[in-house]
């Protein structure tokens, strides 16, 4: 599994019909240096106008609508009301996993495919056929848990 190239982006645009213009590849290029922070569209359009101020957010949503439908990238949401984006990884069959913690609101990747053995079962048991599966764990990660602790022990030596 690795992350997409540049090259291999543009052949997929270029076999959808579309071109790589300037505007596509600095959102592209946002999206590949950042590839493990889950950015929303505004996020991206942030970035993209500090360096180019005439970039619009209209052409941000519109490079990432077709980002996601040649399947370059996925757009996941994580129950916060925003949609982010996030690059599919080459050589995986399925979306990768993710860990959301309820505390801090990070997001972790979990690349294994957890659902594997399932898949079989629904699609025998609810003649369902699975392309694809997205799951995201909601829990509190080991940062806030740490921190939790500290304040425990800070509250109990106080007492």
Excluded: W
């Excluded at 569209?41 to 957010?57: D, R």
């Excluded at 996925?74 to 050589?91: C, H, M, Q």
């Amino acid at each position: 599994m690795g992350q997409q190239t540049n090259r291999t982006i543009q052949q997929k645009l270029q076999a959808a019909g579309y071109k790589l213009t300037p505007q596509r590849e600095m959102t592209l290029q946002v999206l590949l240096d950042k590839d493990e922070e889950h950015l929303s569209a505004e996020e991206i359009y942030m970035l993209l106008k500090a360096n180019y101020p005439s970039i619009g957010l209209a052409t941000v949503y519109r490079t990432l609508d077709i980002l996601t439908e040649i399947g370059v990238i996925y757009k996941v949401n994580f129950d916060d009301g925003l949609a982010r984006y996030d690059l599919k990884t080459t050589g995986s069959e399925h979306f990768h996993h993710h860990l959301l913690c309820l505390e801090c609101g990070k997001i972790d990747e979990v690349f294994d495919d957890l659902l594997v053995d399932i898949e079989p079962i629904v699609e025998r048991d609810y003649q369902f056929k699975v392309v694809d599966h997205r799951l995201t764990f909601h829990g509190i990660c080991a940062e806030c848990q740490a921190k939790q602790l500290n304040k425990k022990g800070y509250a109990n030596e106080s007492k």
